[in-house]
């Protein structure tokens, strides 16, 4: 009998007046975590379908690319472009 005094007001070892707020908590959490990872996958897949289009350029597109980045001359450039259109 003397031991129902100490467990007045708590709840699965909270108090009682503030379990609510954690169930919010549970509450809220179990619905933004699921829009959360769909927004992470979202984000992924946009990222992979970016990375697709920038895969697909033409030869003469990377080429061009080559010569912006100092990667080859112009006489080199113009070596490779009358090979590729060819």
Known sequence: MGNHMMDYGMMNGLPGGFYWVFMLFR???????PLILLYLVYRFM?????????????PLERL????VKGEITKAEYEEFKKIIED
Request: proline fraction near 0%; charged fraction near 40%; hydrophobic fraction near 40%.
């Open 64 to 67: 061009k690319m080559r010569l």
């Open 27 to 33: 509450g809220v959490a179990g619905f933004i975590f």
């Open 46 to 58: 946009k990222r992979k379908e970016g990375e697709f289009l920038q895969k697909s350029e033409t």
